[in-house]
C-alpha cells in the first residue's frame, strides 16, 4: 500500500470537474497519464480531495473513469477500457482501500515518545488512565460516563472486559456550543485535524494503538499497544437494535464532525481487525459506539 496519509470519506455529493479546455479547466498531462493509485468500486467512496490528497489519482470501477484530485476538485481523466482493467486492478493495492496508515510490514516498536497520567471525572468520580502524545492528551480507556440512552455492551460483560459506555452520536456530543458535553471537563470529541495528528505521531501503524489482547486476527493487524492507547474492538450496536456486533473485529469512537449535507450522518474514528489502518469513516449517527475524549495541552 502507498504510504501516504490521508482520511477516508464517504460523502453523499462530490464535485467533478472535466480534464478538458472545453470546461475552462486545462491540467497538465502528467495527471491525465499519472499511474492510478487507488482502485474503489463507487465514486460516493471517494476521499474528499483536498491539500493531502492533491495529486492522487483514483479509478472508479462502476463508470471505468479515472480521476485526479487538482486544486481541491476530483477532475475527470480519462475512460479504462475492459483490456485496461484487469492489468490495472493486478497493479493496484489488494484491498483497495485509503485511511490515515499505512500497512505494517513488521512488528517491530518503534520509538514514540509519549507520557501517562490520569484525570477524575467530576461528575461521577470515575478515573480514567490518560496517554499524552506531544501536544495532545487522549483518554487510555472508553468513556464510561452513564446516560438516559447510552448501552453496555453483553459481549464484554460475559468476557470481563469494562468497554465502557455505547453512544449515539447525538447522545455523544449532547449539543452545548462545542459538541464536547459528554467529555469530562476540559477534555472533548476529537476532530479531524486529531485523529489525523495521533496517526501520524504514532507512523501511520494502527496496531501500536490497538490492545494486545481480544483482537481477532493472528497476522500484522493485531495490537501492540505501545503507548498505552489501549484500543478494545469492542464492536458497536446498528442503530435501533439492542443486539452488539462485530467485538474482535473493530473499534469505534466518535468524533464531533457531521456532513451537513447528509441526513443524520456523522464521522468516526475505526480501526479494523482487518485492514491496519486508521480510517475517519461517515456512519449513522444512530450507531452505537464508544467515545475517546482528548484535549490539547
Not at 446516560?147 to 459481549?155: A, F, R
Not at 481480544?214 to 450496536?237: C, H, K, M, Q, V
Amino acid at each position: 500500500m502507498k504510504n501516504i496519509f490521508c482520511l477516508l470519506f464517504f460523502v453523499p455529493f462530490l464535485v467533478f470537474q472535466a480534464c478538458t479546455t472545453d470546461a475552462g479547466y486545462d491540467p497538465s498531462s502528467r495527471y491525465i497519464d499519472k499511474k492510478v493509485d487507488y482502485y474503489i468500486e463507487d465514486g460516493y467512496e471517494m476521499p474528499k480531495c483536498n491539500k493531502s490528497s492533491e495529486g492522487t489519482v483514483f479509478f472508479v470501477e462502476n463508470d471505468l473513469s479515472v480521476y485526479a484530485c487538482i486544486d481541491s476538485v476530483w477532475t475527470f481523466c480519462r475512460k479504462i477500457t475492459a483490456d485496461a482493467l484487469v492489468e490495472l486492478e493486478d497493479a493496484l493495492p489488494y484491498d483497495k482501500s485509503i485511511g490515515i496508515g499505512k500497512e505494517s510490514e513488521n512488528k517491530e516498536k518503534i520509538d514514540i515518545p509519549y507520557e501517562t497520567s490520569s484525570i477524575v471525572d467530576s461528575r461521577d468520580g470515575h478515573k480514567y488512565k490518560t496517554v499524552i502524545v506531544d501536544d495532545m492528551e487522549w483518554m487510555a480507556e472508553n468513556l464510561d460516563y452513564e446516560t438516559d440512552y447510552s448501552l453496555t455492551s453483553p459481549e464484554c460483560e460475559a468476557r470481563g472486559i469494562n468497554c465502557g459506555q455505547f453512544y449515539n452520536w447525538r447522545d455523544a456530543v449532547s449539543g452545548g456550543e462545542d459538541y464536547s458535553e459528554i467529555c469530562p471537563d476540559g477534555f472533548r470529541l476529537p476532530e479531524q485535524a486529531d485523529a489525523e495528528h495521533l496517526a501520524n505521531f504514532v507512523g501511520g501503524l494502527p496496531h501500536v494503538l490497538k490492545s494486545k489482547d481480544y483482537w481477532d486476527t493472528e497476522d500484522l493487524r493485531g495490537g501492540t499497544d505501545e503507548i498505552g492507547f489501549n484500543a478494545i474492538p469492542a464492536g458497536f450496536s446498528y442503530s435501533g437494535y439492542p443486539s452488539f456486533h462485530d467485538f474482535g473485529y473493530s473499534a469505534h469512537f466518535w468524533s464531533s464532525e457531521y456532513a451537513k449535507d447528509s441526513y443524520r450522518s456523522a464521522y468516526e474514528i475505526v480501526l479494523y481487525s482487518f485492514y491496519d489502518y486508521i480510517d475517519w469513516y461517515l456512519t449513522d449517527q444512530d450507531n452505537y459506539y464508544n467515545v475517546r475524549c482528548m484535549r490539547v495541552l
